[in-house]
């Protein structure tokens, strides 16, 4: 069921109880789970956070946790299956889901208390309950009364009916369930509810504002809707107080990650929104890179310099050089308005870099999960000196540069595969991209990478290697920028049943699974036969 | 002393602040504070201040002396004279950390004040610096700071016993060795002194 009102229904029904707090292991999740706890913290509530990866993980971290507790709050994980039916909880549990996976499992819409929906998203065609669930007790009921002919008759018309029903059924559910996608970014639930309960302050909305640019910077949901999905944001922001203390403002930047951390040249050659259309792989490739530099007016030695130690002049002139520029090669114009957080006595932060950030903390190469999870906890700080996020973006680059080169080497190689209505491409184990593509965050960067230098007109699939002989699969649609819909989550599951073959689908994010790679191929054929 | 004690001691002042509760008095170890009214000031430590601020509760009434104007004052002050001047408080140090950290948004111009603030602590350490240089070299016997803070006394406290003793020490040693010189026999008595 949903919760009408998040104040009273959600928040203050958890004080004074103890909490688990479930969160699932990616940027919109992590800065949800910085406005929760702040929020947990104000008001004395004690809580049990778990970071979890998949959905095994979350049965496990259930169990282990669940004694004597009878809230629990998963955030970004859980609202695309079935709880009651997974985890097996007693009846007084109650589980508030904050995810903006969607389609949102029909179960948990229709479950009357013990699964509440925190955000009720207007996009979602939920079918309504009669055209799924079916109550046939009561006919067989008022069958009895009649007799002889007409009992034959009733029946008949009945199993008519039944088969039509049917039918409706499962139409509706393949339509509902047959793209996997985004809703509204569950941090901007999180600070909309911090502003009801008057906590909100710098650090909720720096949260909120790494929530947001998360979405967009990884094309999880189409432009339009991130600025709608932004709109409380900037309600917000209009009424903080812009004296001398940390801030958040919405100011044309630059969409580059990183560039501020690093060299211009550096910044330039690794933006996965536009870099590709560059290609760079090409040997003309390096030669059309300085002739936009020197379109923008940028001498090489100042643009491989720090930027920090670039001539403050070339700084200031950065936007409009990159918006006069970048036409001329026919590029994307790569400025938009984007949020920023001031500080007094510090270079402006973007939100964007804070994203890239945050993923190269939960993926490390060497980090352990958890680890790296507290630590992009701590990146999102607004006060002090913010050593998690430093070492989250020298991370962060080293996962740019890595992406990077692989996409040189898979286009200059000619590695990305034809198979029937879609392109491939296999991470070859053992080179040194291979560590730091691991996750599904940095391969999907890649796939992305890869579809924009082929002009994207085709899905995607990439492949990863993982330990023991098992890798990761994951499937990118056509035109992601513009329709980020996702049918491989439903592709993938028919195809192992078709196969046979014994594909893991662990992650909650639909679109990406773990097989052992002997049955990659096979796999492949199967659903290159399914999607003919 | 760690300045963590200093910060203890410091967090005892009394500060203002304005609750967005209400309660009844509360009767703690060291006194009885409130009634807490939303919207009305009142009088409670320092810590229980900074506590009550991190769980947003409360907003804190800037303390007289934290202003722009008033601090340039003292800043010039301190950069004219030769001695320390008085400080507005005695724990000026641990107030402003502990003020500006946790509620730097109810202070007007709260970077501005860090900064002066700042500035007045670089000048006073390095007045110290040299004051404790000369009461060195002038042979370490007597010397008078008037208006030194508690943090400021406690930043010279390991140097300056361990400077005296190693003074002392000296002096003893120099003390020893004169009587030896003056003597001009050879006896093995002034030889072996000689020689430790």
Redesign the interface.
């Known amino acids: 069921m949903f919760v009408e009102d998040i104040k009273n229904d959600f928040y203050n029904t958890l004080l004074g109880n103890r909490v688990l707090l479930l969160v699932h292991y990616d940027v919109d999740a992590v800065c949800t789970c910085k406005i929760l706890q702040d929020l947990f ?4 509530i004690l809580y049990t956070l778990v970071p979890v990866g998949g959905i095994s993980d979350l049965k496990t971290a259930y169990e282990e946790n669940n004694e004597e507790i009878k809230f629990v709050v998963l955030v970004n994980c859980g609202g695309t299956i079935d709880l009651v039916d997974i985890l097996q909880p007693d009846e007084d549990v109650i589980f508030f889901v904050l995810d903006s996976h969607k389609p949102t499992d029909i179960c948990n819409v229709y479950s009357d208390g013990q699964v509440r929906l925190v955000y009720k998203d207007d996009e979602e065609n939920i079918p309504n309950f009669d055209d799924i669930f079916r109550d046939d007790e009561d006919e067989e009921e008022a069958d009895e009364n009649l007799q002889g002919a007409d009992r034959l008759e009733a029946m008949v018309e009945r199993r008519r009916d039944r088969k039509a029903w049917e039918e409706r059924r499962h139409t509706l559910m393949f339509n509902y369930t047959q793209f996997s996608y985004y809703g509204k970014p569950s941090s901007c639930v999180a600070l909309e509810l911090a502003v009801r309960a ?2 909100n ?2 650090a909720a909305l720096w949260a909120g504002a790494v929530g947001c640019a998360a979405h967009s910077a990884l094309y999880l949901r189409p432009p339009a809707q991130c600025l709608l999905d932004a709109e409380p944001l900037n309600r917000c922001l209009n009424a903080q ?1 812009h ?3 940390a801030h958040v403002v919405v100011e044309k930047d630059a969409w580059l990650p990183l560039y501020r951390w690093w060299s211009v040249e550096g910044a330039l050659s690794h933006a996965s929104f536009f870099t590709p259309k560059l290609k760079l792989h090409a040997s003309s490739g390096a030669s059309r890179l300085r002739q936009l530099l020197a379109d923008m007016g940028f001498p090489l030695q100042q643009a491989r310099q720090a930027y920090r130690s670039m001539d403050v002049e070339l700084r200031r002139c950065l936007l409009s050089a990159l918006e006069t520029a970048a036409p001329k090669h026919k590029l994307p114009i790569p400025t938009r308005p984007t949020f920023l957080l001031h500080k ?2 510090s270079p402006p932060m973007a939100a964007l870099d804070a994203v890239y950030a945050i993923m190269a903390l939960i993926e490390h190469e060497t980090l352990p999960k958890a680890v790296g999870f507290q630590k992009a906890l701590s990146a999102l700080q607004v ?1 002090g000196e913010n050593e998690p996020l430093k070492v989250g973006i020298t991370a962060a680059r080293r996962s740019l540069e890595a992406v990077a080169r692989l996409a040189h080497s898979t286009l200059s190689s000619r590695g990305l595969l034809l198979a029937g209505p879609f392109n491939y491409f296999i991470v070859q184990e053992g080179t040194s991209e291979a560590g730091l593509v691991r996750g599904p965050l940095w391969l999907g960067e890649a796939a992305r990478w890869i579809a924009t230098a082929t002009s994207g007109a085709r899905p995607i699939l990439a492949s990863a290697p993982l330990p023991d002989g098992q890798c990761l699969l994951l499937g990118l649609p056509p035109r992601y920028d513009q329709e980020p819909r996702n049918l491989f989550g439903a592709a993938f599951e028919q195809a192992a049943q078709k196969s046979g073959i014994s594909v893991v689908l662990d992650y909650v994010d639909t679109s990406v699974i773990v097989l052992p790679t002997s049955q990659r191929t096979q796999f492949l054929d199967a659903l290159t036969a399914l999607l003919a | 002393m760690d300045p963590y004690e200093i910060e203890f001691i410091g967090e005892n002042r009394i500060v203002s602040i304005i609750p967005n509760f209400s309660y009844d008095k509360i009767y703690l170890i060291c006194g009885e504070f409130g009634p807490f009214r939303a919207g009305l000031p009142m009088n409670v430590p320092l810590w229980l201040a900074v506590m009550l601020k ?4 409360c907003r804190i009434v800037a303390p007289d002396w934290m202003e722009v104007d008033n601090l340039e004052n003292i800043k010039e002050e301190e950069k004219r004279s030769r001695f320390f001047t008085k400080m507005p408080n005695e724990h000026y140090m641990v107030e402003a950390k502990l003020i500006l ?1 946790a509620a ?2 109810d202070i ?5 004040i ?1 900064t002066i603030i700042k500035d007045i602590w670089d000048i006073r350490m390095s007045k110290l610096r040299t004051s404790m240089d000369a009461l060195m070299k002038s042979g370490g016997s007597y010397g008078r700071l008037d208006h030194l803070t508690m943090m400021e006394i406690n930043s010279v406290k390991p140097l300056l016993p361990a400077a005296m003793d190693e003074l002392l020490r000296i002096q003893m040693m120099s003390k020893k060795t004169t009587p030896a010189t003056l003597n001009s026999s050879t006896f093995s008595q002034s030889g072996t002194s000689q020689n430790t």
């Open positions: 913290k104000c008001d004395n008057s906590r302050n710098a107080s004296s001398t203390t007094p006595h006060n | 991190q769980k947003q509760k950290g730097s948004e007007p111009n709260a970077s501005e860090k």
